[in-house]
């Protein structure tokens, strides 16, 4: 089983940056598959930056070059730094594991960032 814990989120101002945090606990043999997702009020749940099971990094083309998906194995912790951040940007962000070699995916309870303009 694996626990995911998302923290950092908050209130922005439009042009700043923020960084969220995503701790996972449990079972955890690789951060490869461990990723970034975000939703806004009405609208689906969309990828914002991951990890791929392979290990190279996938960003979404409205976030390229303004966020930054990070992390460190020793604490079993993934980052996204966010710069540049835009009204749009305002969502709640998921952090989301999907293991490499399993069917696995578990979801963190999300963290709210809201960017005022």
């Known amino acids: 089983q694996v626990q995911l814990a998302e923290s950092g989120g908050g209130l922005a101002q439009a042009g700043g940056p923020l960084r969220l945090s995503c701790a996972a606990s449990?079972?955890?043999?690789?951060?490869?598959?461990m990723g970034w997702y975000r939703q806004a009020p009405g609208k689906q749940r969309e990828l914002v930056a991951s990890?791929?099971?392979?290990?190279?990094?996938v960003y979404a083309d409205s976030v390229k070059g303004r966020f930054t998906i990070s992390r460190d194995n020793g604490r079993n912790t993934v980052y996204l730094q966010m710069n540049s951040l835009k009204p749009e940007d305002t969502a709640v962000y998921y952090c989301?594991?999907?293991?490499?070699?399993?069917?696995?995916?578990?979801w963190g309870q999300g963290t709210q960032v809201t960017v005022s303009s």
């Open positions: 989301r594991y999907s293991p490499p070699g399993s069917l696995e995916i578990y």
């Open positions: 449990g079972s955890i043999f690789s951060l490869n598959g």
């Open positions: 990890f791929s099971r392979g290990g190279y990094t």
